[in-house]
T-cell receptor, first 113, second 112 residues
Framework: EAQVTQNPRYLITVTGKKLTVTCSQN?????MSWYRQDPGLGLRQIYY???????DKGDVPEGYKVSRKEKRNFPLILESPSPNQTSLYFC????????????FGAGTRLSVL | QKEVEQNSGPLSVPEGAIASLNCTYS??????FFWYRQYSGKSPELIMS????GDKEDGRFTAQLNKASQYVSLLIRDSQPSDSATYLC????????????FGTGTSLTVIP
């Protein structure tokens, strides 16, 4: 089954404790992306990657890091989480040939206390 | 100024009616336009994409793009209760590569 898998689905942590949210896709997609969704602000793109070792900042990259060492994986790293990073996070991927049709993961709800 | 703007709603229509959702975008060089549907507690799923002026139909859904007026709309014919969801408009622009800009979404309720 074609899918984008995020882990964990729910996470509660404390300020300053480094965390990683994993994202994996099994569709051989080249384009992958991270978003956060907040009430009243909608979906905002954090980082995206067009291919292995190629990453670009989206609208709200501050406080986040990403890496793309393999095509299938695109982890989101919060080196020192803060309460304003409490949000619902989505990973998405798409084929390069049709790069704009994205498939979303189920989401990760993060709370930073 | 926001890249993409949508009326947050809520929009309520009776079952069987046409639901009309609208979206405006600020940058004339916007390239591609999308409508996603998001059920409560779920992830967004693509409904329609449109790239050139005019109408594009897919089943009960019609996307309309007017680049001169910088708006894109989604019509849902014969609305069903299962269409009740939040609808997200998104655009991409050539010169930012493949960066996506989403609106805040319009909540639609179809009343049986």
């Amino acid at each position: 089954e074609a899918q984008v898998t995020q882990n964990p689905r729910y996470l509660i942590t404390v300020t300053g404790k480094k965390l990683t949210v994993t994202c994996s896709q099994n569709m051989n997609h080249e384009y992958m992306s991270w978003y956060r969704q907040d009430p009243g602000l909608g979906l905002r793109q954090i980082y995206y990657s067009m291919n292995v070792e190629v990453t670009d900042k989206g609208d709200v990259p501050e406080g986040y890091k990403v890496s793309r060492k393999e095509k299938r994986n695109f982890p989101l790293i919060l080196e020192s989480p803060s309460p304003n990073q409490t949000s619902l996070y989505f990973c998405a991927s798409s084929l390069r040939q049709d790069v704009n049709i994205q498939y979303f993961g189920a989401g990760t709800r993060l709370s930073v206390l | 100024q926001k890249e993409v703007e949508q009326n947050s709603g809520p929009l309520s229509v009776p079952e069987g009616a046409i639901a009309s959702l609208n979206c405006t975008y600020s940058d004339r060089v916007s390239q591609s336009f999308f409508w996603y549907r998001q059920y409560s507690g779920k992830s967004p799923e693509l409904i329609m994409s449109i790239y050139s002026n005019g109408d594009k139909e897919d089943g009960r859904f019609t996307a309309q793009l007017n680049k001169a007026s910088q708006y894109v709309s989604l019509l849902i014919r014969d609305s069903q209760p299962s269409d009740s969801a939040t609808y997200l408009c998104a655009v991409t622009k050539y010169y930012t590569g493949n960066q996506f800009y989403f609106g805040t979404g319009t909540s639609l309720t179809v009343i049986p």
